[in-house]
């Protein structure tokens, strides 16, 4: 009997960087990149980007557990981006680039939790990343779907998002499809 796949919804600054590294790990299925966390249906990225509506950009992983465990994408999203500044990832400042696990079920909200106080010893900054409830996620327009596939020459895909797939690779080679 074939294992069912489950869902992860995280945020972590810019969807795009998210996104583009978790499409290289093995056992996930499909990578969304989207808003959570807000108050407003439907938002659009113009509206996000107000940091009004209270989304966060965050991505949404169809994952096979028998591949990938959600640890492992705890411990990936923990490397990928700071999770010690608020609302904040490098040159992306708002609400919207805010550092969020939003788990689906009590077991994802134990892990999620436990993976972070593990991650603490990462950083020398306290993780202020926050842990909640996923409510809804929206997804983003087509034109932000699979941006680093289609725009990977472009000078943010070179200069932020490289350099988070060199240390992908290199920490995490046995995850790699």
């Not at 056992?27 to 439907?42: K, P």
């Not at 999203?77 to 490098?90: A, C, E, S, V």
């Not at 997804?139 to 699979?146: F, G, I, L, M, T």
Request: contains cysteine; proline residues 3%.
């Amino acid at each position: 009997m074939k294992q069912k796949t489950k869902i992860a919804t995280l945020a972590g600054g810019c969807f795009w960087c998210l996104e583009a590294a978790f499409q290289q790990i093995k056992g996930i299925n499909q990578v969304i990149s989207g808003y959570a966390g807000g108050t407003v249906q439907e938002p659009s990225y113009e509206a996000v980007c107000t940091g009004t509506t209270g989304h966060a950009e965050a991505v949404q992983l169809d994952y096979d557990p028998a591949l990938v465990t959600y640890e492992d994408l705890l411990d990936i999203f923990w490397t990928l981006h700071d999770p010690t500044t608020l609302n904040r990832q490098g040159n992306d400042v708002g609400t919207q680039y805010r550092s969020v696990i939003f788990y689906h079920d009590q077991k994802q909200k134990n892990v999620a939790l436990k993976s972070m106080h593990a991650a603490q010893k990462l950083w020398s900054d306290p993780i202020i990343t926050e842990i909640k409830p996923y409510i809804e996620f929206f997804a983003a327009d087509d034109y932000h779907q699979n941006y680093y596939k289609n725009n990977s020459e472009q000078s943010y895909c070179q200069v932020i998002i490289n350099p988070k797939l060199a240390m992908l690779r290199q920490k995490f080679a046995a995850l790699l499809k």
